[in-house]
């Protein structure tokens, strides 16, 4: 789209300007290639802060394997007949600005006329075939460190209720859902950690589930220690919880246990559904203190959250302490 002002990349081989079927990139040798997709509907209410959250959710997903981005097409729907184009420029210009600080490049994409707009990309990263992070990767005793604070499905819905201090809240959740996974995804890398995951649309309670399972072990989560972001607690105690978290939390109840005494509005946060949400760090416990360290020293915030057991209570995969 005219006005994005693309920059010229080296290692892109057919330009955008020539209308080409396909894009044609040079591939780094010795790497493995990680692809993956999302896209969905608006979360605030400015279209450039939402392209930069929609990209950066898309982007999670690489840093979630402990990749790197490498190029990115854009996934647009948007109601042309009804809607100015500069919407959808900004929105495009705020994914292109997430793109870029991701050091990755714009290769292309594909829009359709839709009623709703949806947005999101589908990113290509490389990764070292024999240094990379899954679901599978934990093992006993390791340590779970968090990245984000949890709390922007509830925010977002408080957002599109036009509830009071709304505008308070669109910063809170552009402040998070907009940040890069960038260092956590390297940490994978640095410290050849094997289990990460990045907390999205099925919540920390549901993505330390899927993490669980996949490598047979059990999660205790310290519900106390999980971070919010600014009034979500409040929030979700006036039952501002949107829909796919109460299904969240249905789905996964038969393999969750809860200790006695904890606060239900908490324990319904666990399974807030996310948006470009924090990642999740299996880390063994020797390198607990230096991991803290070097995301610290990044800027990044760093919660112990819970750790990992080999043993399953009465069939749980899930604990929440």
Known sequence: MRGLNIPFDDRILTGMGNSEDAAVVHFPPGKALVQTLDFFTPIVNDPFRFGQIAAANSLSDIYAMGAEPYSAMNIVCFPIATMDVS????????????????????????????????????????????HYATNAGLAPGDVLLLTKPIGSGVLATAIKAQWEGSNDHEEEVYRWASRLNRFPGEAVAVFGLRGATDVTGFGLGGHLLEMATASQCTVALDVSAVPLMNHALELASMGLLPLGSHANKHFCQQIVHSSAGLDPVLVNLMFDAQTSGGMVLGVPQGKVNEVRSWLFDRGELVATIGFVESTRLDGKRLILC
């Open 87 to 130: 919407v959808l420029r900004e929105i495009l210009r705020g994914g292109l600005f997430k793109i870029q600080e991701a050091g990755a490049m714009l290769v292309g994409g594909h829009s359709v006329q839709d009623k709703e707009i949806k947005y999101g990309l589908s990113v290509s990263g490389v990764v070292d075939p024999d």
